[in-house]
RNA sequence: CCGGGUGUAGCGCAGUUGGUAGCGCGCCUGCUUUGGGAGCAGGAUGCCGCUGGUUCAAGUCCAGUCACUCGGACCA
């Protein structure tokens, strides 16, 4: 009886996956509708997730010399127009202010979607000499797309992120930190949020409105679907010359510099989900998790228990673990269930039975296991299973990823790849016709030219012709 | 943007040929309970998405519009 009231909350991942995610984001408490199509609420469990994000990123972009700066929400036009590629990027989707109080503006004004036109107008006026590079900048904000389709935390018209900016004296520079901040996201994605990564290039198709090179780290979904988590662009001398940002280098000559972007957003939280959660709600990996321990007390108005459950919080807040203890009128069987919807990592029952015997039961949320131990090794146990938990979490989303990817030597396998779904490695000629044919056919988009490359075979098996390299291809978000 | 579905209490829903707005859960108060969504008693809660039309009378019929949702196209 219990156990169908609860699966009746959220639609089982099985029978339909967009609509499992939706009830989790909503029933978890992360975020809410507004009255506006694309913009979201994130509510307190979803911001807290966020800060989490927001406090491993600040620390690694400040120990590697960025500094954070906030520009303008808004951009002029002749300013966003500056760049050909990047204008025609964003231009379809930007939003436009027309009007200030009741005046028309002489020149409309963009919601930025992103900020490489802001941050290159500043570095024009501020960069004069190479003793200046490089220019290390991020900024933590909102940016504005105007999406047809929008899902909560995937794909909203408004969403938070940071995007990193900086400026080099040289292009190998330049490049050096483009690697440097995927490298960042690699690690943000596969130590703290337990989701393994495939890193690679994306094809000039696939690739930033304006960069001259596009790097991506490619998640796969409980689904098979892919989601890029993080970008690095570089953008070689192109913005510089667009927009006449010079510097005095050490000969005294006049040059560009050459320049990189990055960001991660809001929706890396959708991945989290997607790879982790399962039907009974959120499950969080242990580094990022607002609340890695939830404390239950048992027959909490017997004597003693309500103290002792208080004395086991006290100790693990001591010790260093955020952690919480629900002495609220619920019975024990809904305290289990809304822990478990919000992915709490670990719960900790205490009751008269175990207060006697000197244990506690400590059940994971990852996969349910229920284990007794002694009171006295309460700190040591709680950080063993998070330790585990983040671990196991890590090692099942990999083995999702690894056996999920199949080799095509043919369009007829690589067809096949996708009706049972995963990610397809093929060879790839280097030919856009081919990706577009891809779509087509295949119904997939190349997600990346990974860095680790394999040899599968001489020539592009969708048009015959030799093939360059090798090519990761799925059903993205 | 195209196609399907949905908007009635916080949530899930019922509401017949148009005729005074309903149920379950949750919420509030009190008592009893507590090892997987507790029990009893009492109580509160409605711009029936919004705008207009038809009608003596609209949650119900008509038109428009907004939002949510699923799929597709599009998408740094």
Not at 81 to 101: I, M, N, S, Y
Not at 102 to 131: A, G, I, K, Y
Not at 284 to 301: D, E
Request: proline residues 5%.
């Amino acid at each position: 009886m219990a156990k169908e009231k609860k699966v009746q909350q959220i639609t089982d991942m099985d029978a339909d996956f967009a609509q499992w995610f939706t009830d989790v984001v909503v029933k978890a408490g992360l975020i809410d509708y507004s009255g506006v199509k694309g913009f979201y609420i994130l509510r307190p469990y979803g911001y807290a997730i966020w800060e989490n994000i927001q406090a491993i990123l600040d620390k690694r972009f400040k120990e590697l010399g960025h500094h954070n700066v906030s520009m303008p929400v808004l951009i002029p036009e002749s300013l966003l127009q500056k760049e050909k590629d990047h204008v025609e990027g964003f231009a379809p989707e930007c939003a436009w202010v027309t009007l200030g109080g009741n005046e028309e503006l002489p020149e409309r004004l963009c919601v930025r979607p992103t900020s490489e036109t802001l941050f290159c107008d500043h570095w024009s006026h501020v960069l004069h000499s190479w003793r200046d590079l490089p220019m290390k900048y991020n900024q933590w904000c909102s940016v504005l797309r105007w999406e047809k389709t929008t899902r909560p935390l995937l794909r909203g018209r408004e969403f938070l992120w940071q995007e990193g900016h900086t400026i080099h004296e040289t292009a190998e520079e330049a490049k050096e930190e483009t690697e440097t901040m995927l490298n960042v996201y690699a690690e943000l994605c596969e130590d703290y949020l337990a989701m393994p990564v495939i890193k690679g290039r994306k094809t000039d198709k696939e690739k930033f409105a304006g960069a001259e090179a596009t790097y991506t780290i490619e998640c796969m979904m409980h689904d098979k679907k892919a989601l890029q988590s993080g970008t690095s662009h570089y953008f070689g001398d192109g913005f510089a010359r667009a927009f006449n940002i010079t510097f005095s280098d050490r000969e005294n000559k006049l040059r560009y510099p050459h320049q990189t972007s990055w960001g991660v957003s809001t929706r890396i939280m959708g991945g989290i989900i997607m790879t982790h959660g399962d039907n009974n709600g959120l499950v969080l990996p242990p580094m990022i998790a607002p609340t890695q321990i939830v404390i239950i007390p048992v027959a909490m108005h017997k004597p003693g228990v309500l103290d002792k459950a208080e004395e086991l919080r006290a100790r693990l807040e001591k010790a260093g673990f955020r952690v919480m203890m629900d002495d609220s009128d619920q019975s024990p069987g809904w305290k289990f269930a809304e822990y478990e919807m919000k992915g709490i990592p670990l719960r900790i029952e205490i009751g008269p039975r175990d207060i006697e015997s000197g244990n506690f039961v400590a059940v994971r949320r990852d996969n349910g296991e229920k284990a007794v131990c002694a009171i006295d090794q309460l700190e040591e146990k709680a950080d063993e299973l998070l330790k585990t938990i983040q671990a196991s979490m890590y090692e099942k989303a990999k083995a999702n990823l690894t056996e999920n990817i199949y080799p095509a030597t043919t369009m007829d396998e690589a067809k096949a790849v996708i009706e049972k779904g995963g990610f397809i490695k093929m060879m790839w000629c280097g030919d856009e016709a081919c990706e577009i044919k891809m779509k087509e056919d295949v119904g997939v988009s190349s997600r990346c030219i990974p860095f680790e490359q394999e040899h599968l075979g001489d020539v592009c098996p969708v048009c015959g012709k030799p093939a360059k390299e090798m090519v990761i291809w799925g059903i993205a978000y």
